[in-house]
């Protein structure tokens, strides 16, 4: 089932689209303009062959066939007035049929924090989610000592649900994670029936 979504959308500061080829040379600015690590969470650098033109092509074609499945939706985030990069806003989907479930991510390049275009951002990928992915339950989960995650994830509605022990397996053992939860009614959007 392939959803076809908007070539972008906009928020009052970003555009949030699927990434295309014409993307790369932002993309790899942001990632070549990587501050040192501000905090433990923050998306390793990216070595010189991960930010060749060749490999962000195939990043690009991935992206698009496991849109075709509906089984990934992967957002870039860029400035609207100048078209930098920012980050990036995903949505796995993990069931369809009478649930209609998403995992929400949302990341930011380190050297735009504390401006808050990742609130905008994953405030966007909720509305996507429910207005066009038409999903109705949206969770994220987060290390526990995430602090900024879990304050991102309060501020754009999401409510902390419960904790998962053992549940992502990542820097070599099972991390515990807590999980923050949304449903349109959440963000003042109605439910829609599953289709």
């Known amino acids: 089932m392939e959803i076809r979504l908007p070539a972008a959308f906009r928020t009052p500061r970003l555009e949030l689209r699927p990434f295309t080829l014409a993307d790369h040379a932002a993309w790899k600015a942001a990632h070549e303009a990587r501050l040192p690590d501000v905090y433990a969470y923050d998306a390793p650098p990216r070595t010189p ?13 991935t992206h698009r066939e496991m ?25 796995f989907v993990i069931l369809r049929g009478d649930i209609q479930w998403g995992n929400l991510g949302y990341s930011l390049m380190n050297q735009h924090y504390g401006k808050g275009y990742g609130r905008e951002a994953a405030r966007a990928g909720l509305e996507i989610s429910f207005k066009h992915l038409k999903l109705h339950r949206l969770e994220a989960a987060i290390n526990l000592d995430n602090r900024p995650s879990i304050r991102l994830a309060r501020a754009i509605g999401m409510e902390r649900e419960g904790l998962r022990r053992a549940f992502i397996f990542e820097k070599g053992k099972w991390a515990d994670h807590v999980v923050f939860v949304a449903r349109p009614e959440s963000i003042g959007m109605r439910s829609s029936r599953p289709g």
């Open 67 to 91: 849109r075709k499945t509906d089984r990934f939706y992967c957002l870039g985030v860029f400035l609207r007035k100048t078209g930098e990069y920012l980050g990036a806003v995903d949505v």
């Open 49 to 61: 062959e991960e930010l060749t033109r060749a490999a962000f092509a195939k990043r690009v074609r």
